[in-house]
């Protein structure tokens, strides 16, 4: 290999794609890892605070696009406080100082402003994509930039983020002249947008293949948007509001008649049910559908669309479906590869499913490997089943309303079940439990689930030892979030080392104190501690035998993060 | 702070006593306890207690410790106050044990702020962050049944919806169909405080009156500066931004209604259907309306929304 042209070994690099199959590659020796290093396209950075901008684009000269994440993840469950960080400026100010060649953007969980928008919008002329997931700290202003100076944006992709609406005339910003998108995702935005620029954007945007409308957008025009992009693959409807017998019903029809190739349908935001028939017609051709935000469709209607959808390999909707339901599902998409069931009214605690309908997707959906359930209740004969069926689970996360609920059979914990589960699918990398749970449950995690990667827990465990079996047992761990276990400094302090394996590790309402957190900094000065205080002030001299309520350790070579807001304290 | 199961048996963070057989009689005993239901009653108060002290009043001290702070004023601090209806504490109490949600922003203010309420049953344990779904998708289901309800009843105060609503989805061409939802959450709105360039988040519908929501803003804004006994007990507390003069403060609590307008929180019983956002503003903005003087009255932070 050393006689290869550095030409021949970047062509061959070329086509090394996945990230850590370049992590790997750049590893062998110190030539590849010029070589790839100098040629890597696509970071994917997964704590934005684990490296400072400025390394990455040393060591990634060429990089044209990069992907950020910001918040812990359970700042999803407003467990994070709002300001505590993930801010992208700095990084877009130094890509746009050291002239970087940024083509392609994904955020996730961090807070970008306007003025970064504009900045983004200004600085890199070849930009074509932007992803925003579950940001915020932006206004409809800021898009209004990005479409104002992106002359060829392809991909402006907003999902489920938290955006003041300026009442939408960003829609207008696309000039005439831009013709190149291919992807538009609004639904997230709360307000009105211009519906006649809308139709003009569409209509100059041949390439289009993805768009996902807001509520804004009535059913005539809909109607209209549908002719006039009849090649989209991924469709978003916004409002689905109307009275089945009128005209626009009926050319509503039509026009969908002409969208065979929608294979990807989600919104309907608010719903009509009775017009759901006109969509019976490309169901067939839908391998994935999202009526996750659709709570006005009753599980009747759902079940009459679902009987449709033979080729679906990716659901998410919402319990009203039922086990009745979800046994349909199980009969008619034998494709099914990921199912979402959320409940649709979290706050009395009435899921519509139980077990029966998790055993019946099981049994029903044979490619079935990533799964998010919330349910009622469970029971560890249910889990066991689902184990034997399901050997191949890759991602498993169930979520019982009730946090220590046990076994509704049996009233055990569901340690056994739970213990079925990591010891059957062996390729499991993410998992998440719910209702009561003993150490057993770890001893278990610990001694099987060898690939897990991810894992978050929530009111379970007994002692030490539980988070002691996970730390010792799972080799591959790389994000751990704990809240509400009573897991204290023994188990934090086990193996201090294992944090620079992993990424993060959350722990929120446990048993650890101030002194095993300073202690743990103190040993390891490549994690960055820290204890994040809300209500009181944290002070220096506070007792170091209190407890902490909320601690997030990372690794990262930047060191202690300057951004840190007044109550977050990095020991 | 008492975490969940940590308060049963005083299991938690002591390692010592427990053997590697995984039948050791410690982890039995845990899971006699969990499986007798007087005990998942015990577990159900321990996940209210999220924000300490459980009950009512308890806590951080926060009702007497209430004058030395900054304060925030609503529109019954001004002279022409509009006595509002009694909001009839709607817990639920055929709830199951589980937990009800509140997700209130990172902070345990739900416990505390609705143990307030007189002393009701804290509404069903709101623990916070669950169920554990993105607050954009908490947000967006609360907002359909919200939308819904106010098209069915204008006018009338949330707490009258009629429990039928609860599972019933309603549908016709131009409505929108949502499962009902009682306590009506609203979701979180901004907070911005003048002077303060980083804004807030809070759960209105953690809230079930002005005096909690005021309460919870100034602990928010007019923060401590000095180490606070957090090991419980009370708390003297000395805020750096304290504004008192003869009882008025610099400070007013404003909030953004659909139509764009600001207005004084507290006139509206419909406040909580309209407000964008909320604002705490310089008295010294707010033209025609003059802080008076008013003996803080205990009852007062009762009143409902």
Redesign the interface.
């Known amino acids: 290999m050393n006689y290869f042209p550095d030409e021949v070994l970047e062509h061959i690099f070329d086509f090394v794609t996945s990230q850590r199959d370049r992590n790997s590659v750049s590893q062998v020796c110190k030539p590849w890892y010029k070589i790839e290093s100098s040629s890597r396209p696509k970071v994917f950075v997964g704590n934005c605070y684990a490296i400072s901008p400025q390394r990455v684009i040393e060591r990634f000269p060429g990089l044209k696009s990069i992907t950020l994440k910001g918040k812990p993840h359970?700042a999803?469950?407003?467990?994070?406080?709002?300001?505590w960080g993930g801010f992208v400026y700095p990084w877009i100010e130094a890509f746009a100082r050291k002239s970087v060649g940024l083509e392609e953007l994904k955020l996730k969980r961090m807070i970008i402003s306007d003025e970064c928008l504009e900045l983004i919008s200004r600085s890199f002329p070849n930009f074509k994509s932007l992803v925003l997931v579950?940001c915020d700290g932006f206004t409809t202003d800021g898009l209004a930039a990005i479409a104002s100076n992106c002359r060829f944006l392809r991909e402006l992709d907003l999902q489920?983020?938290?955006v003041e609406d300026h009442r939408g005339h960003w829609l207008s910003c696309f000039p005439d002249t831009c013709t190149s998108l291919v992807s538009l995702n609004f639904a997230?935005l709360k307000g009105e947008v211009n519906l006649a620029a809308l139709e003009r954007l569409i209509a100059r945007s041949p390439n289009l293949r993805s768009l996902r409308l807001n509520h804004a957008v009535p059913l005539d025009v809909l109607q209209s948007i549908l002719i006039r992009a009849p090649h989209l693959v991924d469709l978003g409807v916004g409002s689905y509001?109307?009275?089945?017998d009128s005209e626009t019903y009926n050319k509503l029809v039509m026009a969908i008649r002409n969208c065979m190739s929608v294979k990807s349908l989600s919104g309907f935001?608010?719903?009509?049910?009775?017009c759901l028939s006109a969509f019976h017609l490309i169901c067939p051709n839908l391998t994935s559908l999202n009526l996750?935000?659709a709570?006005?469709i009753?599980g009747t209607e759902l079940i009459k669309l679902i009987r449709h959808c033979r080729k679906l390999q990716r659901l998410w909707i919402l319990d009203?479906i039922g086990d009745g339901g979800l046994e349909v599902v199980a009969s008619t998409c034998k494709d099914l590869q990921e199912i979402r069931v959320?409940?649709?009214?979290?706050?009395?605690?009435?899921a519509a499913v139980t077990e029966a309908g998790l055993v019946a997707l099981s049994s029903g959906c044979p490619k079935l490997h990533s799964i998010l359930y919330?349910c009622q209740q469970m029971t560890n004969a249910a889990l066991i089943t689902v184990a034997k069926n399901c050997p191949n689970f890759t991602r498993f996360r169930l979520?019982i309303?009730?946090?220590?609920?046990?076994d509704a059979e049996t009233?055990?914990?569901f340690d056994e079940g739970f213990g079925a589960i990591v010891h059957s699918c062996k390729g499991l990398r993410r998992l998440?439990m719910a209702g009561?749970l003993?150490?057993?449950v770890f001893?278990y995690i610990g001694m099987h689930a060898k690939q897990l990667e991810m894992l978050?827990i929530?009111?379970?465990?007994?002692?030490?030892?539980g988070m002691?079996y996970l730390l010792n047992g799972c080799k591959k761990l790389r994000k751990l979030e704990i809240?509400?276990?009573?897991?204290?400094?023994?188990?934090l302090l086990m193996d201090v080392g294992k944090y620079e394996t992993m990424r993060s590790l959350w722990m929120s309402?446990?048993?650890v104190t101030l002194e095993a957190c300073k202690s743990l900094a103190k040993k390891m000065p490549r994690l960055n501690v820290e204890i994040?205080n809300?209500?009181?002030?944290m002070?220096v001299?506070?007792?170091d035998r209190?407890?902490v309520?909320k601690m997030f350790l990372y690794r990262t070579l930047a060191g202690r993060r300057k951004d840190a807001?007044e109550f977050v304290w990095t020991l | 702070m008492e975490g969940g199961l940590g308060s049963l048996g005083g299991c938690g963070g002591s390692s010592g006593a427990a053997t590697n057989d995984h039948t050791m009689s410690k982890v039995e005993v845990a899971e006699a306890e969990a499986s007798s239901y007087p005990v998942e009653a015990e577990l159900e108060l321990g996940l209210s207690l999220g924000g300490g002290g459980g009950g009512g009043g308890g806590g951080k001290g926060k009702a007497n410790t209430w004058g030395e702070r900054g304060r925030i004023l609503i529109a019954k601090d001004f002279p022409s106050v509009v006595s509002q209806p009694q909001r009839p504490n709607n817990n639920n109490t055929s709830i199951s044990p589980a937990c009800v949600v509140g997700s209130v922003s990172g902070t345990k203010r739900a416990a505390d702020s609705v143990s307030h309420e007189g002393g009701s049953p804290t509404a069903g344990s709101q623990v916070v962050g669950w169920p554990p779904i993105r607050a954009y998708r908490m947000n967006s289901l609360v907002n359909q049944a919200k939308a819904a309800r106010s098209e069915e009843d204008k006018g009338i105060g949330e707490k009258d919806k009629s429990k039928d609503n609860l599972k019933k989805k309603i549908c016709n061409g131009n409505k929108i169909s949502a499962p009902g939802n009682e306590k009506g959450h609203l979701g979180f709105v901004k907070v911005n405080m003048d002077g303060i360039p980083i804004g807030r988040k809070v759960d209105l519908n953690a809230h079930a009156c002005y005096g909690t929501l005021t309460q919870a803003l100034e602990e928010m804004f007019f923060r401590s500066t000095t180490s606070l006994n957090s090991i419980g007990g009370e708390k003297q507390q000395v805020t750096k931004s304290s504004r008192l003069l003869d009882g008025s403060s610099e400070f007013v609590l404003t909030y953004e209604d659909k139509e764009g307008d600001w207005m004084l929180v507290g006139d509206v019983p419909m406040f909580l259907t309209s407000v964008k956002r909320l604002r705490i503003m310089r008295t010294s903005e707010v033209n025609g309306l003059a802080p008076r003087f008013q003996d803080r009255n205990e009852k007062q932070r009762i009143k409902p929304v």
Do not use: M, W
């Open positions: 359970f999803d469950f407003n467990l994070v406080p709002h300001d579950s489920e983020n938290d997230c509001v109307n009275d089945p935001l608010e719903v009509a049910p009775p996750s935000y709570p006005g009753h009203c959320f409940p649709s009214d979290p706050y009395i605690g009435n919330f979520c309303l009730d946090p220590t609920k046990p009233n055990q914990p998440s009561l003993t150490d057993q001893l978050s929530a009111f379970a465990g007994n002692t030490d030892k002691q809240r509400d276990c009573p897991f204290g400094n023994a188990a309402s446990c048993e994040i809300e209500n009181d002030q002070d001299s506070a007792d209190q407890k309520e807001p």
